[in-house]
């Protein structure tokens, strides 16, 4: 095992000392406080890149979706041009800064305050193109800073914050690194008025998937993101998923957090109604596939630590005539 740096050392101690995750700001302000980078970067101004940059950068993205995310490069399609070219941008944007955190060579931290750094910055700072289609999406679409600082928050959670010990505390993990991602689409797609409640619900819902399928793989990093309070209700210890215990209290306990789950995705799906009508389908494809994910788990018999729930492409063809029927009732 390699030493850790001091500064993941500094921001490992100083998140442990926090009970509860802290506000997206302070989250961001601890963070370059103790990797010691200044949170802004003072650049001149650069000259603009050539639309045909632009244009490249935003394919490199859709390989990428296309490459490590079928089910929402599946559901992206039913997006027009535009919209499908900018949620490509901004989901490539999401997976690389995810990647800092999960498969960084050097200081995790670092690392990913650096890249927080060129994510925030006014222009692109380099020839990156995940970063030069992430700044024109940003800038062409407006999107809230604020909830693009929720979310890098979101990923800085993970540098050391393994553990929950309420549904609450997840639950904002999960709006971060999801529901945010949601909101922030909406500033692409455009939405009604109150679609905001149904959109969060629905990037929880995605997140939990997410967890559920990834007990096995998440515990070999370390991490158990199921709640504290959950395990202790099932009689289990994080240490025991850790060592990929896989008996009766196991399936229980996965039993109550995917029922769980389920509702949210039924609670959220009156929200896409209140999409413009060019984007309901491709929503409403990645809220039934994420779902179908949880129906192979169950399949599964609850085993997320030896399988991996998915669906193949012809299963995901299959949802495609109830999911129209479903939707004609919008």
Known sequence: MSPKSPSSLALSAGIAAIPQPLPAEEQLALLFHLTELPPQLELDEHPPHSPQGIAEAYRHCEQMIRQHS?????STWFLPVEKR?????FYAF????DDTVDHATGDPARTLAAW???ARAAHPIS????LLAWHDTRTRYNLSPTLVDELLAGMAMDLSIHRY????DLWLYCYRVASVVGLLSMGVTGAAPGATPYAIKLGVALQMTNILRDVGEDAKRGRVYLPQEDLERFGLTAEEILRGVYDERFRNLMRFEVDRT?????ESWPGIGLLPPDSRL??????????GILDKLVANDYDSHTKRAFLTLREKLVRLPQLWFDMQKF
């Not at 070219?85 to 941008?89: D, F, I, N, P, S």
């Not at 999401?94 to 800064?97: E, L, M």
């Not at 020839?127 to 995940?130: A, G, K």
């Not at 491709?282 to 779902?291: D, L, Q, T």
């Open 282 to 291: 491709a929503v409403a494809a990645a809220a039934r596939i994420y779902a």
């Open 85 to 89: 070219r900018a949620v490509h941008a």
């Open 262 to 266: 389920y509702r949210l995705y039924a």
């Open 116 to 118: 927080v750094q060129q």
């Open 127 to 130: 020839d990156n193109p995940v």
């Open 94 to 97: 999401c997976r690389v800064t």
């Open 165 to 168: 010990a309420t549904f609450a």
């Open 70 to 74: 079928k089910s929402f490069f599946f």
